[in-house]
C-alpha cells in the first residue's frame, strides 16, 4: 500500500500563510495527472474536499486554498489562514488501490 | 443540492451482521462511482468499499475483504454495505461519498459500535 506521511500538528497565527506537506511512499503521478487530492474535516463534521488532482480547487471552495506537488511530495497552502480554516487536513491518493490517506494534519492556531 | 444520507448504524455484538444504506439525492446516480469509507473514534480516514456504476464492478481492501459486501440500486438511488462477521475494530463512523478517484460528496455519516 501507498503511505502517505502528514505532520500531526501546525500552528499557525490569523492571517499568515500554512503549508502543509504530505509525501507519498511511492509516485502517485501518472503522465500528466497527479493523483493526490486534500480535504478538510471539522469537529463532528463529514470531510469537505478542497483540491483534486494536486492542484485543482473544488467547487466552492475559497481561493485562498491551493495546491501543488508532483510525484511524491505534495503540499496544501492556506493563504491567508481564517478562524474558519481551523480544522484537520487529510491527503488521499487514488495512484493504486488501495485508495489511502495520510494521518492528518491539526491546524491549530498560535 | 447533492445529499447523501447514511441510515442503518447501531450497535451490535461481535460476529454479527448490520446493512448500511446511504440515499442519494440531487446528481445522476447512475452515473457515479459510489464509496464508503469510515473513521474510527479519533483517528484518521480508511477506504472501505468502492463501487462503478453498474454495480458490476467492487472493490475492498484487506481488512474488509470476504466480511463487507457493496451494492447499489440505481432505481433507488440507494447504496448499501451490507457488514458481517463484524469485530471490534470495524467500530467507527461509515460515510458514503460519491466521486471519481477522489470523492466529492460525503454523507454526514452513521455510527457502528461494535461491543459486546
Known amino acids: 500500500d501507498i503511505v502517505l506521511t502528514q505532520s500531526p500538528a501546525l500552528a499557525v497565527s490569523l492571517g499568515q500563510r500554512a503549508t502543509i506537506s504530505c509525501r507519498a511512499s511511492?509516485?502517485?503521478?501518472?503522465?500528466?495527472?497527479?493523483?493526490m487530492h486534500w480535504y478538510q474535516q471539522k469537529p463532528g463534521q463529514q470531510p469537505k474536499l478542497l483540491i483534486y488532482?494536486?492542484?485543482n480547487l473544488a467547487s466552492g471552495i475559497p481561493a485562498r486554498f491551493s495546491g501543488s506537488g508532483s510525484g511524491t511530495d505534495f503540499t496544501l497552502t492556506i493563504n491567508p489562514v481564517q478562524a474558519d480554516d481551523i480544522a484537520t487536513y487529510y491527503c488521499?491518493?487514488?495512484?493504486?488501490?488501495?485508495?489511502?490517506f495520510g494521518a492528518g494534519t491539526k491546524l491549530e492556531l498560535k | 443540492e447533492v445529499q447523501l444520507v447514511e441510515t442503518g448504524g447501531g450497535l451490535v455484538q461481535p460476529g454479527r451482521s448490520l446493512k448500511l444504506s446511504c440515499v442519494a439525492s440531487?446528481?445522476?446516480?447512475?452515473?457515479?462511482?459510489m464509496y464508503w469509507i469510515r473513521q474510527a473514534p479519533g483517528k484518521g480516514l480508511e477506504w472501505v468499499s468502492s463501487?462503478?456504476?453498474?454495480?458490476?464492478?467492487?472493490y475492498y481492501p484487506d481488512s474488509v475483504k470476504g466480511r463487507f459486501t457493496i451494492s447499489r440500486d440505481n432505481a433507488e438511488n440507494t447504496v448499501y454495505l451490507q457488514m458481517n462477521s463484524l469485530r471490534s475494530e470495524d467500530t467507527a463512523t461509515y460515510y458514503c461519498?460519491?466521486?471519481?478517484?477522489?470523492?466529492?460528496?460525503w454523507g454526514q455519516g452513521v455510527m457502528v459500535t461494535v461491543s459486546s
Open positions: 440531487g446528481f445522476t446516480f447512475s452515473s457515479y462511482w
Open positions: 511511492q509516485s502517485v503521478s501518472i503522465s500528466r495527472y497527479n493523483l
Open positions: 461519498a460519491k466521486g471519481k478517484d477522489y470523492f466529492d460528496y
Open positions: 488521499q491518493q487514488s495512484r493504486e488501490s488501495p485508495n489511502t
Open positions: 463501487i462503478n456504476t453498474d454495480g458490476g464492478s467492487t
Open positions: 488532482r494536486a492542484s
